[in-house]
C-alpha cells in the first residue's frame, strides 16, 4: 500500500482502544447510526461495530484508517 500524501510505503498497524474499565484493549471500533445498549455488568454495547484498520507511512508518518 503506497502513502496517498507522498507515496511512501505504508505499514499496518493499530491504535489502542481503552475499555470503559480502563483496561487498553488491542481492537478498533467505529460505528455509525447505531445505539449504546448497558448490559447487566453496566459496561456498554454497542451493535454494528466495524473493526478499523491503520496504516502509517513509514516516510512522512500519515494515518489513514479504514472500517471494514
Known sequence: MKCSKCSGEMEE???TNRTI??????NGSIV?????IK???AYF???NAKE???YRCK???YLE???K
Open 52 to 54: 478499523v484498520k491503520s
Open 13 to 15: 498497524g493499530l491504535m
Open 45 to 47: 454495547k454497542v451493535e
Open 21 to 26: 474499565s480502563k483496561i487498553p484493549a488491542a
Open 32 to 36: 455509525w447510526g447505531t445505539k449504546l
Open 59 to 61: 516516510e512522512c508518518g
Open 39 to 41: 448490559d447487566f455488568f
Open 65 to 67: 484508517s479504514y472500517a
